[in-house]
């Protein structure tokens, strides 16, 4: 496997500029642990609420240094079948009766052909250890999975290599950048955590969420989106089952564009209110605390109780 450093960028400045560059806008932080990631070779555990840009980061690594993206998205029960590898075993079968119509009665031959490599479904994990040319592995929303997963995981980011018992060992054949994402729903074990560089993503302070809105559309106006930015961070200041995420404030401000919104009061609040808010209960509640405050001119800041 080749090194982390044969095409690793030289400081984290430059990262944070290759991100830039993929329409990532990386604070200092953020910068410095994708910069040591490819330096050391180390994966990132990246926490925080749902929505704050986690799994974009991995996507805007993928843009910027030219690597496809292969993605595990986790939830409850994966095991190492949908992860890792198994066999097709409906081909195995079909192999199996061709060779008994053939007349072919040789057992010995007969297993080692139906445990060759053409039989084996590779799954994201060995995908990304296979891969011939260098990739960055996303493991999305690891705490929805159960530590028996983490244990399997961390056995195989700990060399980047699996065992396949019929076909031996799998060596990495070039060093993945991985990026492991979790909402902090449960406590991830103390071993995953040493294993990894560690990054906590937040919600931005409203000045780079509004830099972050008139990125992706430069159709609206500086004014404009920092009203946005403002309006949202009042609804997420509610008791909500969902709190609006960055991708969504980026398609407020699409929307707002389309609809030729020069402001936002409490009439087109509500028309584009959805475009936000995803939960009914959730748009009861932002209907009742926001829009009126926004028919008042009031300025942002906490709804009124």
């Known amino acids: 496997m080749t090194g982390p450093e044969a095409d690793s960028p030289q400081t984290p400045t430059e990262v944070r500029d290759a991100l830039g560059e993929a329409s990532y806008l990386a604070d200092e932080s953020v910068a410095l642990v994708a910069f040591l990631a490819q330096r050391l070779g180390r994966p990132v555990l990246v ?3 749902a929505g704050v840009g986690k799994t974009e980061l991995a996507k805007a690594l993928s843009r910027a240094t030219g690597r496809e993206m292969i993605r595990l998205q986790c939830y409850e029960g994966l095991d ?4 890792l590898y198994e066999w097709n075993y409906r081909k195995q079968l079909l ?3 061709a060779r008994a119509a053939a007349g072919d009665s040789d057992e010995a031959s007969a297993l080692d052909e139906l445990f060759a490599p053409e039989y084996l479904l590779e799954r994201p994990l060995l995908e990304a250890i296979s891969s011939e040319e260098p990739v960055v592995l996303l493991i999305d929303e690891i705490d929805k999975t159960d530590q028996e997963f983490e244990a399997m995981l961390l056995e195989l980011l700990s060399d980047f290599q699996v065992t396949i018992p019929e076909l031996g060992r799998i060596e ?4 993945p950048i991985v990026v492991i994402t979790s909402n902090d729903s449960r406590e991830l074990t103390e071993a995953l955590k040493r294993r990894c560089l560690y990054l906590w993503i937040d919600y931005p302070d409203p000045e780079r969420e509004a830099e972050i809105v008139r990125l992706h559309e430069p159709g609206i106006d500086e004014r404009l989106a920092r009203r946005l930015v403002e309006v949202v961070a009042m609804v997420r200041d509610l008791d909500l ?3 609006p995420s960055i991708s969504e404030s980026i398609d407020w401000a699409r929307t707002l564009v389309l609809l030729g919104a020069d402001d936002i009061d409490e ?3 509500r028309e584009s209110l959805s475009t936000i808010v995803k939960h009914r209960a959730d748009l009861d509640l932002v209907a009742e605390k926001v829009a009126p405050a926004l028919g008042r001119g009031e ?3 906490s709804p009124g109780g």
């Not at 190492?80 to 992860?83: D, F, G, L, P, W």
């Not at 990495?172 to 060093?175: C, I, K, M, S």
Request: glycine share 18%; aromatic share 4%; no cysteine.
């Open 47 to 49: 926490e925080g609420p």
């Open 80 to 83: 190492e079948a949908k992860s």
């Open 95 to 97: 192999g199996i009766q």
């Open 172 to 175: 990495a054949a070039t060093h």
């Open 241 to 243: 089952r969902k709190p």
């Open 267 to 269: 009439g087109t609040f």
């Open 299 to 301: 300025p942002a800041g």
